[in-house]
Every structure is written in structure tokens, then in C-alpha cells.
């Protein structure tokens, strides 16, 4: 949460047209569609079925435009494996819900660049732009453990930390994706 992915996508979807750039789900279901999550175990599992199911809509539709229009890459703010971090049994419990396997969801994507959330000020800042995010700074660094756990088995997954600051993190992104088209 407030990590930079769709920040850094803004800025790079300039740089490199021949990528597709695809948007974050949960924040067009929850901020334009209204659909909001729930802490409601059972009502989580039903607005996770829902990220999952339109996220896997427009991984796959994105990825044929993408195709069709002659790009060389489709970049995802978020994939489907993140979901489990939203679920209070990780892994083993989005595995059970959604009828699918960690492992087959790694296998939808080339790469992963995990970004680290921010600093507390830096992400209590960003939160106010984004009426989808809801997390206190210890719920968003939790989310971000979470997803990074989720995502940490891919053959090639990449942390990119705050470490060397906001420019250092974009660059990483950068070199990255360049590596990959």
C-alpha cells in the first residue's frame, strides 16, 4: 500500500509506450465502483473473490490489446497473487477460496517488482490521495509483508526497498523493466 507502484507506472508509461500499463483493481472497485472490502471474514472472502476474478479479467484482456496493438510488455500494478496477502490465513487460505495454487499464479507473470512501503510519513502523505487506501501505517506495513511473502518464491522476484530514496526506487524500476523488453 502506497508503496509507488501506480506513481511509478504514471511516470514511466512516457518513457516506454511500448508497454501496456494496467491499473490497480482494488482501487478502481472500491473507488470508483463503491464496493468497498470488510474486515467481516466472510465478506473479505467474497470482495477478494472479487479483485481476483476482475484482476484475471484484465490481466488477460490487457495482455490480448497488448498483443494486438504490438507492445512488448504488460505491466501490472497488481497481479491475482497478491490477494493473498489480504486474507487473514495468507497463502493457504487464498489458495482454498479461490480454487487455484500460488504457484499457478507466479506462472501468469515474468517478473515481480515487489516495492517496499514507504517510510510513515512519506506513506501517511500518499494515503490522502487515494480514497482505496483505509490501513493504519502498521496495517500497510503488514499488507506489504504479506504480499511480499506471497510473491517471494518467484523465480524472478525483486525487492526494491526505500533505501537509497524515491529516485533510487524509480530507477530500479526502470533498469528492471528494460531488462525484461
Keep these: 500500500p502506497c ?17 501496456h500499463f494496467v491499473p490497480e483493481v ?20 467474497s470482495f477478494q473473490r472479487t479483485i481476483y476474478r ?18 512488448k510488455a504488460v505491466v501490472l500494478d497488481r497481479g ?3 490477494g493473498a496477502a489480504y486474507f487473514a490465513g495468507g497463502v493457504d487460505e487464498f489458495e482454498e477460496v479461490l480454487c487455484t495454487k500460488i504457484e499457478a499464479e507466479h506462472k501468469n507473470v515474468k517478473m515481480v517488482l515487489c516495492l517496499a512501503v514507504p517510510p510513515r510519513e512519506v506513506y501517511e502523505r500518499n ?5 482505496a487506501r483505509s490501513e493504519s501505517y502498521a496495517e500497510a506495513m503488514a499488507l506489504g ?9 518467484h523465480p524472478n522476484f525483486h525487492l526494491i526497498d526505500n533505501e537509497d530514496g524515491w529516485d533510487a526506487k524509480v530507477d530500479r524500476v526502470r533498469q528492471l523493466i528494460r531488462s525484461v523488453i
Design 3 to 19: 508503496s509507488g507502484k501506480s506513481s511509478v507506472m504514471a511516470m514511466l508509461k512516457e518513457e516506454f509506450p511500448e508497454i
Design 26 to 45: 482494488a482501487s478502481i472497485i472500491i473507488s470508483q465502483v463503491g464496493i468497498l472490502p470488510s474486515r467481516d471474514p466472510i465478506k473479505n472472502r
Design 54 to 71: 476482475v484482476g484475471k479479467i484484465f490481466r488477460t484482456t490487457s495482455t490480448e490489446f497488448a498483443i494486438a496493438q504490438g507492445k
Design 80 to 82: 491475482e497473487a497478491d
Design 127 to 131: 494515503k490522502v490521495n487515494n480514497p
Design 145 to 153: 509483508e504479506r504480499t511480499q511473502k506471497a510473491w517471494e518464491d
